[in-house]
């Protein structure tokens, strides 16, 4: 075992889990974090999907490939590093309850995040995305490359803040092409929570435009 990982053709990326590197990885150290993910979660009994930004780039929102894997978890991870691969984790209590789609990867298939699910957790966690400028740029293009169903858009909308409804209805009401939304902006009347900015402590006076915040 020690011989092999000096010749870099096997990796642990957890106490007890060993993983081959395949030939063509040999340069990066390790294999695409995507072909880990699945054997490091079973390895540690983790519930888990790929979310945010790596789930846009799979649902076609291309231009923002993230340079991590970006995994929603059952429990709370470390993030770490193998090779050129490197996971970032985020617990959430709804890692179980939220829609799911499986992605082929060269080691089997992976949970992904649904588009109406990656809607969520996008409008959801900004600072997860970068911001609100690129939140917006996602929500556009995960729209444009595939309509969402606002009814299972709705539903599981139960398992996040009000104020994730709210930030991405507004987005898809201003900078998309989608209508229905009325389902989604009376689902958030009826949760009959307070007003919130669409984000904190941003100045009121500049405008959202189609590619962000102008100023």
Known sequence: M???????EI????????????????????PPAIDVIDALMRHL???FYIGWLSAAELLGAS??????LQVATSRAIRARTAGRSRFQFFHREHVNKVSLIQSETKSGMVPVSSRET???DVANDIGIVGGIDNAAN??????????????ALVTLSIHYPVTASRRLGFLMENFTEISGLTILKTACEKRNASLSLLIRKRNL??????????K
């Open 11 to 30: 990796i642990s990326p957890a106490q007890g889990l060993w993983v081959p590197v395949p030939p063509e990885f040999m340069t990066w150290g390790a």
């Open 118 to 120: 990656t809607l969520l």
């Open 45 to 47: 009994n983790v519930a």
């Open 63 to 68: 231009h923002y490939a993230p340079q991590v």
């Open 138 to 151: 996602l929500v556009i293009e995960l729209c444009e490359a595939s309509e969402p169903d606002i009814e």
């Open 205 to 214: 006076s500049a405008p959202l435009t189609r590619n962000g915040i102008s």
């Open 2 to 8: 020690a011989s092999l990982k000096r010749r870099r």
